[in-house]
Every structure is written in C-alpha cells, then in structure tokens.
C-alpha cells in the first residue's frame, strides 16, 4: 500500500462527498438566487471544507483510540470497527497519524483565513464552529459525541450541513439568508443519518467504552424507530423545498432515492445482528450521495434556465 493508497483510507476520503455536496449546493444558491459566483473564492472553500472533513474524519479515530474505543470494537464480538484501524493495529504511529491529521486542519484554516479576507470576519466563525465541533465531538474534556443526548446528532446536521452550505453562500454574496440553511437541510439530515445509523454497527463496543450513543442510551429497537423517523424527515425536507421555492420542482426526483432505502428498512427487525445493518449504512450513503446529485443537477438546470 503507498503512501497516498495510505492516506486515503485513513482519513476514510471515500465519504468526501458528503462535505463537498452542501458547499456545491451553497455555491449554486449564489447563482440562481444572486446571480453571482465567484470561481477562486469557491475552489478555496471547496479546498478547505475537504482539508476540515478529512481533519473531522481523523480527530476523530485518533481520539477514538486514546479513548479505548478501537481496543473495545477489537474485542466485542460481532461488533463491525468503522474507523481505519491504522492506529490500533500499529500501521500507522499514533505522532505520525496525529501530525497529518492537524496539517489537515492548518490546511482548512489557511483557507478560511484567506477567505476571510476577501468575504468577511464570518467566514471565520463558521469555520471556527465547524472545528470546535470537530474536535470535541470525541475529545476531553467535553466528549460530547459520547453523551447519548442528541448532541452529536445536532452537530452532524451543523457540520455538514447547515455550515457548509450557509458558508459557501457567504463566501459568494458576502449576505446571510434563510434559503441557503433550508437548502441544507435534505442533504444534511440525510448525512446526519448516515452516522446515526453507523452507531448500529459497534454499539455494543461503544457500550462497553463507556461511550453512549442514543443507540447505547435508547436501545437497540427505540433507536431504529427514531432512524425511520430522521429518514421520513430528511424527505419532509425536500419537500418543503420545493414548495418553499428553494429548489425547483423537478428536484421532487430525489424522492426516487427514497425506495431502495425503504427496501432496507423493511427487512431489519427489531433487533438485528451488527452485520444486518450494513445495508442500511450502503443505503444511506447513497442515498445521500444520490439524492445530493439530483439536487445539484435541479439547481444548475434552474439557473441554465434564467439565464435564457
């Protein structure tokens, strides 16, 4: 394996689009609500927010193993590990991981930084809320992804949704507006859903490391039903949209990406062996990234359309 094979599996890069859809949909809001874009200023957010996700990803497996989590998944049995691995089996040195995973983060500010030059100090407080998140999701002293409160479930439709796509929109029109943060809310619920339903995979680890997911706090079969829900929301939200006007009505095609989620549900029970889940964390991710495409497809079809 080379260095960069490497370094794509541990910063888990194969879930990038789910930071890079809502800062694209930001952008696009920029164009058919204000007709304005602005290439550079959109590459460099476009940067950062990749630099940020892939430091969200690695903060996050890098606290996981000083916290005992992957030495719990390690020896819970039928437990399914979602992080690299790389540090609990000693591929990677945990001061070589560490060094990455903040060169990641300099990275992210250095654009934020700039950013904040040419769109305005605020560029700086989305950043810097999305990196506190980031960070004290798993680290001490808050740790408040393992409360089992909600809070990491909040957290997620911020970081990638409601931040990344408000952002984006800022960085282009340098103005604040309602409709970028209902843009958000499809795909960010959607995201919010995915890493809800990962929980499902080790929860019985997360358990015996102390950490209390609303999987480890409600249980196996409440959680699900709230799965559902947070599924039947994230398409709610959609719909609202489009009749809000936000997104075009022929963005009403995502709801396609709806059925083979609603395949996988049915076939789960109450309660379900952690591998039974892996098609719903598949679905999940699809239909983010779907649903996310035909979201951006409507919104540049719209704005081909004012043009004209």
Known sequence: MNNLTLFM??????????????????????????DTFHPLLFVLTFIGSIAAHLFSNMIN????????????????????ATNSGFLANGTIPERTFSLLTWSLFALALICGLILSVTSGWLVLVFGGLGALIAYFYVAPPIKFGYRGKGYSEIA????????????????QTMTIDYRPILLSLPVGLLT???????????????????????????????????SKFLFVLSYAALIYCVIDGVF??????????????????????AENPSHAYLPLMGASLKATKNGGIIMMLALVVQAIIQAF
């Open 156 to 171: 997620i439709l911020l970081s990638f949704g409601i931040l990344p796509t408000l952002g984006s929109y800022y960085v």
């Open 248 to 269: 075009p009505y022929y963005t009403l095609l995502a709801l396609l990406t709806a059925v083979p989620f609603y395949r996988v549900y049915s076939n789960l029970k």
């Open 192 to 226: 919010t859903l995915i890493l809800f339903n990962h929980h499902f995979l080790h929860w019985q680890a997360d358990r015996t490391a102390g950490k209390r997911t609303l999987v480890v706090v409600w249980g196996e079969k409440r959680a699900l039903v709230f």
């Open 61 to 80: 497996d890098l606290w996981d193993f000083r916290n005992g989590i992957d030495t719990a998944e390690k020896e819970t049995a039928s437990t399914i």
């Open 9 to 34: 599996k541990a910063s888990r890069f194969q879930v990038i689009p789910v930071m890079v859809i809502p800062v694209i949909l930001g952008g696009l809001g920029a164009i058919v609500w204000n």
